[in-house]
């Protein structure tokens, strides 16, 4: 297990640097500028930060998945603005504004990610049929608040701050996001809760004779979901400086490849965050190259699409097996 887990840390890491020297002899000197390095690295938190929800959904096992992620990081967004745009004046008390819309947001995930939880341990439902129901409500949701119209936030420094600037080079979305990942590594690898949820996923039925409380660490499983949909629903709007129902149509194909990518098991029981991390950041710079060669969104999600493919079907592939079965 552990050569495995080696050599898919290996394998990311060689990508990434593949990519890189690619966009560098393909595009030239300006793909691996400081401000197009910078630029990338503050545009991989929002799918990141979706990815490692979906890990931790595809963990829990019994098919676990979110469909709802990036759905709820808009509708948090949407609902942050629209209750503190007559309350609270950005211009006055823009640090004010900032903290409150990020608070409101939070907690829009947090009961979205509890929703999700519910209907997934409680009513029985299984994840990705409870995941669509509720991407369509909480859409449903923020098309209802806006009437299908994107909300400018305008220019507010602080919030514009944490999206766009960057400090000793790094830009504070990013900073943030390496935390998380940093903090729901060490809660997987060392907690009782991390270690409950790998086992539950590896083997449910071994999880229950052995006491574990099945009910509840799905339903956290799904709240953390939901809280990390909104801290990307707080970056993207801190980069765009706008609300909307249909940010990013696309990133639930994505952030299921990421995590896919990264190895993590789509029956459950494993997965490793700095795999997410890396595979967050290839695909990345890989939406990079694509920019600077002006190739199509189609194409794009066309190339997102067989890349899933290909490694949903290879994931359980067994080279060494194979070879021997070739030689035998």
Known sequence: MEFRVDRQLAFLAVVNVAVLVAGGVLVGASFLDIYNLQSMAGQVPELGLLALGVMLAMISGNGGIDLSGIALANLSGVVAYLLLRDTV??????????????????????????????????????????????????????????????????????????????????????????????????????SPFGLRLLLLGNNAKAARYAGIAEKRILFLTYTACGVLASVAGIVIAARTSSVKWDYGNSYVLIAILIAVMAGVRPEGGYGRVICVVLSATSLQILSSLFNFMDISNFFRDLAWGVLLLVFLATSGFDAKAWFKALRG
């Open 89 to 190: 004046s950005p211009d006055d008390a823009p640090l004010l504004f900032s903290w409150s819309f990020a608070g409101i947001a939070l907690l829009v995930g947090l009961v979205g990610g509890m929703l999700n939880g519910f209907l997934i341990s409680s009513a029985g439902l299984t994840p990705i049929i409870a995941t669509l129901g509720t991407q369509l409500f909480f859409t449903g949701l923020a098309i209802a608040f806006t009437n299908g119209s994107a909300l400018g936030l305008g220019f507010i420094e602080p919030l514009d701050a944490f999206g766009n600037t960057p400090v000793l080079g790094v830009p504070l979305c990013s900073a943030l996001f390496l935390l998380i990942a940093l903090i729901l590594g060490g809660v997987l690898r060392y």
